[in-house]
């Protein structure tokens, strides 16, 4: 069974860049037809699609946040990485990654990470 965990950044300043990590076992980032994605929760609030990594290195991001937002994968590792840049108070929220069989498709969920945005 795929299993996902994603990295702890902590405490992000505004305006910095966020980096976060999601270590894949259990499968390969390269399967076909997999797609890797970035979730998150803000307090409150919902859950938020942020985009995905196709199994071929394909990406897809949110349309809101696609400005900002880069995702990239690094396959001798196994994982794929987040980059959220010029972040402000208002992206602090819990980060997941998930997987599944096509985009949109969120099988399998790594247990979230808490980031927080404060000077």
């Known amino acids: 069974q795929v299993q996902l965990q994603e990295s702890v950044p902590g405490l992000v300043k505004p305006s910095q860049t966020l980096s976060l990590t999601c270590t894949v076992s259990?499968?390969?980032?390269?399967?076909?037809?997999?797609?890797w994605s970035w979730i998150r929760q803000p307090p409150g609030k919902g859950l938020e699609w942020m985009g995905a990594?196709?199994?071929?290195?394909?990406?897809y991001y949110s349309p809101s946040l696609k400005s900002h937002t880069s995702i990239s994968r690094d396959t001798s590792k196994n994982q794929f990485s987040l980059q959220l840049s010029s972040v402000t108070p208002e992206d602090t929220a819990v980060y997941y990654c998930?997987?599944?069989?096509?985009?949109?498709?969120?099988?399998?969920w790594g247990q979230g990470t808490q980031v927080t945005v404060s000077s």
């Open positions: 259990g499968g390969s980032i390269t399967t076909n037809y997999y797609y």
């Open positions: 998930a997987s599944g069989t096509g985009l949109g498709s969120l099988a399998y």
């Open positions: 990594i196709r199994y071929d290195g394909g990406t």
